[in-house]
DNA sequence: TGAATCTGCGATCGCTATTCGCAGTAATAG
DNA sequence: CTATTACTGCGAATAGCGATCGCAGATTCA
């Protein structure tokens, strides 16, 4: 997946230290260039993160920035793991395997709403295993200790609701912006679909896009019920 | 998701003539143009994939694709619907919806197996809606035919199951490709997780990093089961 | 035949990540 | 207390990218 690692497999960022111990002290750190690239991604998208915007942000070179970190991707990798770090682990298991898996799944989903260029992200370079996320790991890990299968399966079961949570809240984005609605979409795509559906062919189509029923505004809340209730029918099967 | 739309909102590609009716005859076409744009991406992944280099394969110049497509990213549409035409869609539907529409995301998991950088185009621009892949939704409707719910409930799980086979493609080829079996993967990311694991505390993911199992090989077959098993757990709860 | 319109494409623009080298600074070694 | 070492900030430069411009030549239409 994403690209090739081609050359030498540098140390992940998380095993380099910030700093020396000579020279003088750092203007800056890794937090807070982390702060300003996710402040500038919420606000503009993946693409604005650039290394020229950063450093703008913060009023220094680009040359600067490589200071703290070895490359771009180091740095997503740290704005992955920072996001990462909103999820709340402080719940115990109650030993209820299902509900508990379903509460991080539902707090992925809602990591993804706020952070909708950690879709593209996650997309990009696999799962990034950075500290934070080694926490959910291991917290999700504790939390699926009372089920059926051996850590493999589970391992692959994390990924699995991980995933799902990225898919539903791909979809609530997608259901959120354009027109979809009563209004059929102005976009390139909707526009294009039209002429081809009124084309004759595709007549299920068709019919599907003329019986434009009322703009499905569930709220937050239910959405999250719906994910649930989803989750609840699939993880049983998953683990057995 | 993706990028910002930014600017004017271009038709797409698949509305634009392909060329004019005056002037001398192109030298290539889309599909030439596209099918060496595949190549380079089945070979050396998406990155790979510049203006320059397909130019360089077709012994041409940059600047003579922008005769053909408006932008890189038309190109990358092209591409997605080019392989979206690889799945096979002259199968009737029996009126079992469940096991139909299994067989779709089968072979939707097949394409993402064999063009794997199809799985960051996906996450990058939504799904991409050609002409194949609007035949594909006409199809997929039919098949939904018999089952429950409203189109745009039918809609949203023909988006579901695409997804899952992105999922299921991904956790495939992540299990292939790295020492992920007896081999503790000597990656960056596998070094952190092994030092971190090491260090006390996240006892539960060490029990599991400990406790390798042999390397799970499973036939592609059996891979395909174990889908078309969660579909069938799934679907029925979505579309009901 | 003349005008309109297309094609191929070299040259170029603005953008990107990244590297180099230098000047200045702080901690350390002797 | 000085010399050494290792660091920091960062201007300048490199290589690669997508995309545009404009021109020469070819084709088609009126």
Redo the contacts with the bound molecule.
Sequence with gaps: MSDKPAHPARPAVWQRP???????????SRPQITAAAVELADAEGLA??????I?HLL?????????????????LDLMADTVAGEIDLSAAPTGDWIDDLSGLAVQSKAVYLRHPWMLDLAAQRGQVLGPRAIDYLDHALAVLAPAPGDGRAKLEAIGLVGGLASLFARQELLAASPGSGAAPAPSAQGAYLASVAAEGRHPHLLAVLTAAGPPPVDSPAERDALFRKMLRRVLPGLLS
């Design positions: 910030e700093r020396g111990a000579r020279g003088p002290a750092p203007e800056r604005a993160v650039s290394m020229r915007a450093a009023g220094t070179g680009p040359a600067s920035l490589y200071r703290y970190v070895a490359s771009r991707d180091d740095l």
